[in-house]
């Protein structure tokens, strides 16, 4: 049920901004702060969630077999490579490390 | 761009499967919400054992983008007032660059509702695959599977991290998600993190103002 809650909760809410962009008018949004910050939030929030998924266990923190998919993941994006690469490493070198060290 | 979205989409599913939704939910998200970010960050919270409010409210923030998305989309679309709650559900970071980039209205319209309609497709298609397909998979960990959430907001991430102000914010906020992490409740650290977003702003505008005709701003010393 709490499940359904986030689900309802979520899908409202993100159609909500979705249509605000779309009917206020032009302007009302337009200051130079409100621009830079609403480009600047995203980076926050998926900073945090990059580094919670990858280092979070519950309420403490781990380093475990992700770290190093997420690594590959960076050296891809470094080398520029495709979306599909990037996730394709993450996904292979944690399942790599993983099955060679039977590590976490 | 067809089989990055079709690869997410299925790498959401098997997550959100993997965090304990059911198919019916996991799809639910993919139709309803139809934003790939919020809904990782979602499932992630859920996983996690966030409270739904917190959850719902950590997608909301990420989905805040889209709001200055369709701002943009309006005016280069100019469409009739009917048609706008339509075509809201599409307004997302595909779309937008697509029909930014177009020479013409007419051009921008199709490129509009073409990818629109092919990703919408597209990413409920492999949703349900993804979500289906987890409980084949079994254990997601085997697969390294639960590396593709992390791996997919850096991607998301990196091209974003243009400017040392950028920069700043994402190191501010890796700070405060982990470092908050232990002492409180699940899912608001995250919350929390975003205040690096005007923390930041606040600092750079404090340290350019006492001489703002010689200091470069973060976008030129690049």
């Not at chain 2, 959100?16 to 919270?45: D, E, I, R, Y």
């Not at chain 2, 997302?92 to 919408?120: C, H, K, N």
């Not at chain 2, 700043?168 to 995250?190: I, K």
Request: charged share 10%; net charge positive.
């Amino acid at each position: 049920m709490n499940i359904w809650i986030a689900v309802g909760l979520t899908a409202v809410g993100c159609y909500a901004v979705k249509l605000m962009g779309l009917v206020v008018p032009a302007g009302v949004l337009e200051r130079p702060l409100v621009g830079r910050l609403a480009a600047l939030l995203p980076v926050a929030l998926l900073a945090a969630l990059t580094a919670q998924q990858t280092f979070a266990d519950g309420h403490s923190l781990v380093v475990d077999t992700k770290a190093a998919g997420l690594a590959a993941a960076a050296v891809a994006l470094m080398l520029r490579a495709p979306f599909l690469a990037v996730l394709a490493s993450a996904v292979l070198v944690t399942a790599a490390v993983r099955a060679i060290t039977g590590w976490g | 761009m067809g089989t990055a979205v079709g690869l997410s989409g299925f790498a959401f599913g098997v997550t959100s499967a993997g965090s304990g939704l059911t198919v019916l939910q996991t799809c639910a998200l993919s139709l309803l919400v139809f934003t790939g970010a919020s809904q990782f960050a979602l499932v992630g919270a859920l996983a996690a054992g966030g409270a739904p409010l917190t959850a719902a409210a950590g997608a909301l923030f990420l989905g805040v983008r889209n709001a200055f998305y369709g701002l943009r989309l309006s005016q280069r679309l100019a469409l009739p007032r009917a048609l706008r709650p339509a075509a809201a559900q599409w307004v997302i970071d595909e779309t937008t660059a697509v029909s930014l980039a177009q020479p013409t209205r007419r051009s921008a319209r199709i490129g509009f509702a073409v990818t629109g309609l092919t990703l919408y497709v597209l990413w409920n298609l492999t949703t349900l695959v993804g979500a289906v397909g987890a409980r084949a998979v079994g254990d997601t960990g085997t697969w390294g599977l639960d590396a593709a959430s992390p791996a997919v907001f850096l991607a998301l991430l990196a091209p974003m991290l243009r400017t040392a102000t950028e920069r700043a914010v994402a190191a501010v906020a890796v700070v405060l998600g982990l470092g908050l992490l232990p002492v409180l409740p699940t899912g608001v650290p995250v919350l929390a993190a975003a205040l690096a977003a005007p923390a930041v702003l606040w600092g750079a505008g404090r340290r350019r103002r006492p001489h703002t005709s010689q200091t470069p701003s973060a976008k030129e010393e690049r």
